[in-house]
């Protein structure tokens, strides 16, 4: 599969009546930044940027085309409008390739709907990582396999596929409580009420 691209263009005007031009032009304010340069203002079709967005997240290398030139890069952050879910903003962080770079990436949990201990509820307490890599080797998600799971042991952040691959750090704390396995409350609630009628059974034969 070839690079993710995407075109951009410089933006002039800034200011919010300069951005709700741009809005209705179905434009997006963003930045262009990189380590030691000036920020570029810049502007992006909305379309462009939201079926690029899709399938690289903020984990994937986006080459971005700036005045014919090409900025390897990576969508740092969205900010989206609360109300209207609406996106606001779009900061790009240009990469240097030879030069680590810290990023957050989601937690993938692997045959999550085929857990062989039933019935049983999965409950996730960490959505998302940190980590530290150089460009090429981001991965798209830190993963791990949850069918074999069992009550009485969790699933840590240090059981992650990438806790064990030696191009990545993580920086989120390995024994961070990734997600537990517990019993159905109904389960345990009948197993109660059961104990209850025995006792008075007990009792009532007395």
């Not at 379309?47 to 890069?73: C, Q």
């Not at 989120?172 to 990734?178: A, F, R």
């Not at 997600?179 to 034969?205: F, S």
């Amino acid at each position: 599969m070839g690079a993710l691209k995407l075109k951009l263009e410089p933006r002039t005007g800034i200011g919010s009546r300069k951005v709700n031009k741009l809005r209705a032009q179905n434009l997006l304010p963003a930045v262009l930044y990189k380590k030691g340069e000036e920020t570029k203002e810049v502007q992006v079709s909305e379309s462009d940027f939201l079926r690029v967005y899709k399938e690289a997240g903020t984990t994937s290398i986006v080459e971005l085309d700036l005045d014919g030139k090409i900025h390897p890069s990576i969508i740092k952050e969205v900010q989206i409008h609360p109300v209207k879910n609406k996106i606001l903003h779009i900061d790009f962080q240009e990469l240097i390739m030879d030069e680590a770079i810290r990023v957050t990436i989601p937690i993938n949990l692997i045959n999550r709907d085929s857990i062989r201990l039933q019935p049983s509820v999965l409950i996730q307490m960490v959505d998302e990582i940190e980590i530290e890599c150089l460009p090429m080797d981001i991965p798209a998600a830190a993963s791990v396999d949850v069918a074999d799971m069992t009550f009485a042991e969790p699933i840590y952040v240090r059981d992650l596929d990438v806790a064990k691959d030696e191009k990545i750090t993580v920086l989120t704390e390995l024994d961070t409580v990734v997600c537990t396995l517990t019993e159905p409350a109904a389960t345990v609630e009948e197993e109660g009420e059961g104990e209850e009628a025995a006792v008075e059974a007990d009792e009532t034969e007395e």
